[in-house]
């Protein structure tokens, strides 16, 4: 299976997304290819970077990319947006997939808390998609949501 994490800069949330998918799809054995992608391209920020570091996620080797730079880029089985903006953006993808959408604030300019705030949702909601996927689910935004933020 090929998932796609689509955000705006791809400098930030997806990053972390995708980082926290492949981490959980080894642990719990799950063929799962991840990519990450932004609507526009800039850079991975220093603060996802420290972040995810904390977790024993480095992001060394993550670079800030648009969907044309990903493999097979119209060829994903699942899209998953993280930030609003990607949402509104993504019925633009032209390719037959399914889509989830979760929404995650942006930590830019907020302290490093807010950012592990993020990263924690990020990894729980991550987790939950894995195992829902390990047992051929795919689960909706709702429930993506619930194991993210727990309301």
Same mark, same amino acid.
């Given at each position: 299976?090929?998932?796609? =994490?689509?955000?705006?800069?791809?400098?930030a @949330? #997806?990053?972390? *997304?995708?980082?926290?998918?492949?981490? /959980?799809?080894?642990?719990? !054995?799950?063929?799962?290819? =991840?990519?990450? *992608? !932004?609507?526009?391209?800039?850079?991975?920020?220093? &603060?996802?970077?420290?972040?995810?570091?904390?977790?024993?996620?480095?992001?060394e !080797?993550?670079?800030? +990319?648009?969907?044309?730079?990903?493999?097979?880029?119209?060829? /994903?089985?699942?899209?998953?947006?993280?930030?609003?903006?990607? +949402?509104?953006?993504?019925?633009?993808y032209?390719?037959?997939?399914? +889509?989830?959408? =979760? #929404? /995650?604030?942006?930590?830019t !300019?907020k302290?490093? &808390?807010?950012?592990?705030? =993020?990263?924690?949702?990020?990894? @729980?909601? #991550?987790?939950?998609?894995?195992?829902?996927?390990?047992?051929?689910?795919?689960?909706?935004?709702?429930?993506?949501?619930?194991?993210?933020?727990?309301?």
């Amino acid at each position: 299976m090929r998932l796609l =994490v689509l955000c705006t800069h791809n400098s930030a @949330r #997806s990053q972390m *997304a995708e980082a926290w998918l492949k981490h /959980f799809a080894q642990e719990l !054995g799950v063929d799962l290819e =991840v990519h990450s *992608a !932004g609507t526009e391209k800039t850079y991975v920020k220093e &603060e996802a970077q420290r972040a995810m570091a904390e977790v024993g996620l480095p992001l060394e !080797g993550h670079r800030s +990319k648009t969907l044309l730079e990903v493999p097979d880029p119209w060829n /994903f089985h699942l899209v998953l947006t993280v930030c609003d903006q990607a +949402k509104e953006a993504c019925p633009a993808y032209p390719a037959r997939t399914l +889509k989830r959408h =979760v #929404s /995650f604030p942006d930590p830019t !300019g907020k302290p490093l &808390e807010e950012w592990r705030r =993020v990263r924690d949702a990020l990894g @729980r909601m #991550s987790l939950f998609l894995v195992r829902n996927l390990k047992e051929g689910q795919v689960p909706s935004d709702e429930a993506l949501a619930q194991a993210a933020w727990g309301a």
